[in-house]
């Protein structure tokens, strides 16, 4: 068999597989005359290498990316988490790159920010 016909038909065997597999471990080597050989079968001296490899029409469809005012509901809601569980919230308050300890009446204002914040980011749906 003629070198280009073994190459056809490698590739003709490897492509269904590599088709529907979502990742494909390949191995690359060379042979007696420097060229480089790609196969799914292991061979002394080869390169291991994982392949992502996707059928198009199998994919799952991407996510549309997300809004100004959905990243805002989400950080709005991990704020009023933070400040409902409890822990010790810190801020540098004068810029010298030290946090200190926030007072209960800054926790309360923290507290109401972010809950406005929550009403006006994450307003539910009309039905």
Known sequence: ??????LIALSLVLAPGLLFAQ?????KSKNAD????????????????QVESRDP???PAEA???SETEVACERAQANLTLIG??????????GDGTPEDLT???????????TRQV????????A
């Not at 990742?23 to 191995?27: F, G, I, K, L």
């Not at 060229?35 to 290498?49: L, N």
């Not at 209960?104 to 972010?114: C, G, I, M, Q, T």
């Open 64 to 66: 549309k990316p997300k």
């Open 119 to 126: 009403t006006a980011y994450c307003a539910k749906p009309e």
């Open 34 to 49: 420097g060229t480089s050989v790609y196969t799914q079968i292991e061979t002394r001296g080869a390169e291991r290498s």
């Open 85 to 94: 569980s409890g822990k010790t919230l810190q801020r540098d308050k004068n």
């Open 104 to 114: 209960p009446e800054e926790v309360a204002s923290e507290r109401d920010l972010a």
């Open 57 to 59: 029409a199998l994919a």
């Open 23 to 27: 990742e494909t471990t390949v191995y």
């Open 1 to 6: 068999m003629s070198r280009p016909s073994l």
